[in-house]
């Protein structure tokens, strides 16, 4: 069929009674001989293709079967059927290619996401997974809209690394060497000399130190790329492959980093619910349907787009870490021993139980924690006048915990060399990090929020592996 395609989402929106169109998609179902249900990619929705199936050689219609790929031309006129307000009725219609019905792994019916994680190359076709990706495109193009917009530049920084940046160490390893035949230095270690950098090297686990660099001379950056951490948590909100945005911005202290975090996470959510109706509105009854199986206490008390209207028209609680370990130790849970990580004393680092305990339960809304303990927080966290806490953030939300990790940052030379060195990081080979605090150093600040848990927040998801198409997590690589 050489004539180009329609869009569905085009014709639903502006209803062409009486034109003559080409559509071209897969089929959803096929009833009758007749009723043909197409989705091609373009909306959540589907446009029944009315099949004349008198006149259509019966070799063909045995061809159209669900997850065929098909095109059909003809004209758009008022639907009879109940469910939508026009079809297409076909004149013509071709089969690209043929999904044979006895292997054709998906099926018109619910199918559960552990089984669609195993089928990840098919699970696009799902009704579920489709309405996540076009929510994920939104996010990600008004992420760059909101940015742009506010005169930030778009840094792409390094995949392959030498530095960790974090300093958690938990990295994943870039390397030509042989494996099973490692070259050796005369002390018996490996000579990574003759490695294909001449050095070890790593992927990394955020462009944060490259974008301060740019930060310093272009004033305002942002990245949005994808990061590795190679930490071994089983969990339903970690990724080993996960993407990160990070803006830096010269002279912003901690107090202009929450205010540009909080704008951006209302814009970008608001920006799906305008443009993502359909697939949100279709997210929200799938997640009420789910919901039905929880006991009554563990269900939410918002549905999926009153969550996200809630979170645009409500401004964040924001209190300090010392604060909020007051309100955790103080909390029924912690007096009646029910967390798994009692909260005994300040310096406890957050589990992601406290973090959802003041989020959903104390503060009712997304939280900013600031002012950590430096102990339990990255070397480049500003440190404060009582020499204990760092100008941290995190950012809580609600079904997600931590969403959003950043910092005011240490633009004082010989502070951030003495914390360096308390925590092992080695200063002369950062010489290229610790050149912006010798040369015009300034103020400045800037965060990192994890896009799938955004995406996550966002639809609904309750594992993170539902959000990302070929997610990598221990023991899994597939596709
Ligand atoms: O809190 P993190 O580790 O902060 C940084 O990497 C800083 N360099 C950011 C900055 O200040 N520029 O990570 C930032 C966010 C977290 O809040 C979380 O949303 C997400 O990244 N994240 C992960 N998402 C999925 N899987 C993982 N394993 C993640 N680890 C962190
Ligand atoms: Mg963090």
Known sequence: MKDKAT??????AKLPIGQSVVVKGWVRTFRNNQFIALTDGSTIRTLQVVVD???????????ITTGAAIGAKGKIVESQGRGQDVELK?????????ADPEKYPLQPKRHSLEFLREIAHLRFRTNTFGAVFRVRHQLSFAIHRFFHERGFYYLHTPIITSSDAEGAGEMFRVTTLDLKDLPKNEDGNIDFKQDFFERETNLTVSGQLEAELAALALGKVYTFGPTFRAENSNTSRHLAEFWMIEPEVAFNDLDDNMDLAEAMLQYVIKDALEHCADDLAFLSDRLLEEEKNKPQDQRSEMSLIERLQFVVNNTFERLTYTEAIDVLMNSKPNKKKKFSYLI????????????RYLVEKHFKKPVILTDYPKEIKAFYMRVNDDDKTVRAMDILFPGIGEIVGGSQREERLEILEKRMQEMDIPTEEMYWFLDTRRFGSCPHAGYGLGFERLVQFVTGMGNIRDVIAFPRFPGSANF
Do not use: R
């Not at 869009?7 to 639903?12: A, T």
């Not at 199936?53 to 061809?63: A, C, D, I, S, V």
């Not at 076909?90 to 043929?98: H, I």
């Not at 004393?345 to 957050?350: I, P, R, T």
């Open 7 to 12: 869009p569905i989402s085009e014709i639903v």
């Open 53 to 63: 199936f008198e006149n259509t050689p019966m070799e063909l219609l045995k061809k």
């Open 90 to 98: 076909a004149e013509e219609v071709v089969v690209y290619g043929e």
């Open 344 to 355: 005994e004393k300040w310096g406890a680092d957050l589990q992601s139980e406290h973090e």
